[in-house]
């Protein structure tokens, strides 16, 4: 009972955090609630956990890295994919250099291996944390499409440079030729079973389909399980689990594409993957507040290990990692910009220098999350003599407090440097819109003129056919008639399409509180009433999100 207990509250704690961020005067991200409220949860006797690190990467990276991987635009990561390489990758190795070079200086009484394991675990940064960051504060669609695709694919490199870190550690010993040869096994083997699984099952729900028909409940369950089936087949065979969820949710964007689910499976589904988003990404960071308290109580012991007696130290610590971190990704992002300009001026482009506000928000951006005090966690005890694995405490204290400074130091500044700032414009996709919308309004009008035909031959209600299929093709007409007219015309079209939508979302909320007094009431059976309800829901939510 006391484990279920603990799993409830942290749901309660997720479920209450969004109404005091939403609550809050100043722009707190949900992220920094969930850790206050999980450090409350700690102070009580009873809801402690215990955090296993292969138990937490199991239950909660493979959902969120898959989801992830599977509504990123898929058109804007190819397009910034030098950028997002250039930061998962080059950016994570000369972090693990830098500053493990510079934690080692920084504190003698942790070995050379240690440091670099350090470093590793607070290189990659968290696509959870930066999704909770972008909540309360507006980041800008291009850059946000970069951090999420760097924070998806640079968990693997530091995770990689962790394990061979730690192996120094215990061996006295490292290959670079070996490590490189197993990052791309680790890599290639990762994305190949991502993509292999997800095809794999998508191939049998597609066959079973054809035959038995489809059902919604089991295709939603079948969308659940597969980052855990790529994930699981990873790790059995020495891959990583991490890449595999990741390319199996961007498989699975592409395979989405040929559109054979049906329409109420689809809706049914992205609510339930929301829920499911909403409650792993808070518990994550819940359960990162829930630790602090913790490693705090173990610093007056850890800080011994230093030379010092104070734990204020242990902060110095973490400010002096932290703006090295902060340092290394600031030069490293304006020297990709640099050569990225440079390739542009060679071929002839347009170059746009971008300001140093755009650098520092990059840099601020880059924050660490529960995923890194998961990767800390895992450090080994004992030395291979059975010796107590050096500085392992030090080392977990340092990366949540580098993790909580980067959460506060991104909502602090980032609303100030994102205040004004000029990006280069957004390419308009306005006119391959309207031409999307006129080919879609030709092929509707063609299959309603086949259909009308083939469902009135032989039947005597054949001109309620025919008066049908005229009305709705004349909203199809209407709508091509629309799409070869100047920008003025489509101006003042897309102004009158804004105010038909305002009416329309007023004549619904209208239509379903009709709905829903008349069930009340017992005028209306409450199973009628609760579709009309619903259909009532979905057209609302349609017209929301154009």
């Known amino acids: 009972m006391g484990q279920i207990a603990t799993v409830l509250m942290m749901l309660l704690a997720v479920v209450v955090s969004g109404a005091i961020a939403r609550a809050s005067p100043l722009p707190v991200p949900r992220a920094l609630v969930q850790i206050a409220l999980g450090m409350t949860i700690a102070g009580f006797g009873g809801f402690g956990v215990e955090l296993e690190p292969d138990i937490f990467f199991l239950l909660f990276l493979p959902p969120l890295l898959f989801l992830d991987g599977w509504r990123i635009p898929k058109d804007a990561l190819y397009r910034d994919r030098r950028t997002v390489l250039q930061l998962a990758l080059g950016l994570v190795v000369v972090t693990v250099l830098g500053v493990g070079l510079f934690a080692h200086w920084l504190i003698p009484a942790m070995p050379l291996a240690v440091a670099f394991a350090l470093a590793a675990v607070v290189s990659p940064t968290d696509p959870v944390a930066v999704s909770g960051i972008a909540e309360r504060v507006p980041v800008p669609n291009r850059l946000m499409h970069i951090l999420e695709g760097e924070s998806l694919l640079n968990d693997a490199t530091g995770l990689t440079c962790l394990r061979f870190a730690v192996a120094a550690a215990l061996t006295g010993s490292f290959s670079l030729a070996a490590a490189f040869g197993t990052f791309l096994w680790l890599a290639t083997g990762g994305v190949l079973i991502g993509?292999?699984?997800?095809?794999?099952?998508?191939?049998?729900?597609?066959?079973?389909?054809?035959?038995?028909?489809?059902?919604?409940?089991?295709?939603?369950?079948?969308?659940?399980?597969?980052?855990?089936?790529?994930?699981?087949?990873?790790?059995?065979?020495?891959?990583?689990?991490?890449?595999?969820?990741?390319?199996?949710?961007?498989?699975?964007?592409?395979?989405?594409?040929?559109?054979?689910?049906?329409?109420?499976?689809?809706?049914?589904?992205?609510?339930?993957?929301?829920?499911?988003?909403?409650?792993?990404?808070?518990?994550?960071?819940?359960?990162?507040?829930?630790?602090?308290?913790?490693?705090?109580?173990?610093?007056?012991?850890?800080?011994?290990?230093?030379?010092?007696?104070?734990?204020?130290?242990?902060?110095?610590?973490?400010?002096?990692?932290?703006?090295?971190?902060?340092?290394?990704?600031?030069?490293?992002?304006?020297?990709?910009?640099?050569?990225?300009?440079?390739?542009?001026?060679?071929?002839?482009?347009?170059?746009?220098?971008?300001?140093?506000?755009?650098?520092?928000?990059?840099?601020?951006?880059?924050?660490?999350?529960?995923?890194t005090l998961a990767g800390v966690l895992t450090l080994p005890r004992t030395l291979a003599d059975g010796a107590p694995f050096p500085a392992r405490d030090l080392a977990i204290l340092l990366a949540g407090g580098v993790i909580l400074l980067s959460l506060v130091a991104a909502s602090v500044g980032l609303p100030f440097l994102l205040r004004g700032l000029e990006l280069p414009p957004e390419p308009s996709h306005r006119a391959e819109e309207d031409r999307a919308r006129a080919l879609a309004a030709e092929a509707a009008i063609k299959a309603v003129e086949r259909a009308q035909h083939r469902l009135a031959e032989g039947r005597e209600d054949a001109d309620r056919y025919a008066d049908a299929g005229a009305r709705i093709m004349a909203l199809y007409r209407r709508q091509l008639d629309r799409s070869g007219r100047t920008d003025a015309d489509a101006e003042r079209d897309r102004a009158e399409a804004r105010a038909e939508r305002e009416l329309r979302l007023v004549a619904l909320r209208a239509e379903r509180s009709a709905y829903r007094r008349l069930d009340r009431t017992g005028d209306l059976p409450h199973d009628i009433a609760q579709r009309l309800a619903r259909d009532a829901d979905l057209l609302e939510a349609r017209l929301a999100a154009d």
């Not at 409650?279 to 308290?293: I, N, R, W, Y």
């Open 195 to 371: 993509v292999g699984v997800t095809m794999a099952i998508a191939w049998a729900k597609s066959t079973i389909s054809r035959k038995l028909g489809e059902e919604t409940g089991t295709e939603i369950l079948v969308s659940l399980l597969t980052p855990f089936g790529a994930y699981i087949m990873a790790e059995n065979v020495g891959c990583s689990g991490i890449l595999a969820a990741v390319a199996a949710g961007i498989a699975m964007g592409f395979i989405e594409q040929s559109d054979r689910t049906l329409a109420v499976t689809r809706v049914r589904r992205s609510a339930v993957w929301d829920a499911v988003q909403f409650a792993l990404s808070g518990t994550m960071f819940v359960l990162l507040g829930e630790q602090l308290p913790g490693l705090w109580q173990a610093s007056k012991e850890v800080v011994a290990l230093t030379g010092h007696r104070s734990p204020v130290w242990l902060l110095v610590y973490v400010l002096a990692i932290s703006g090295a971190l902060a340092i290394l990704r600031f030069l490293w992002v304006w020297l990709s910009l640099r050569l990225t300009l440079a390739r542009r001026a060679r071929r002839g482009l347009a170059v746009i220098r971008p300001s140093w506000q755009l650098i520092a928000a990059t840099t601020l951006a880059g924050v660490r999350g529960a995923v």
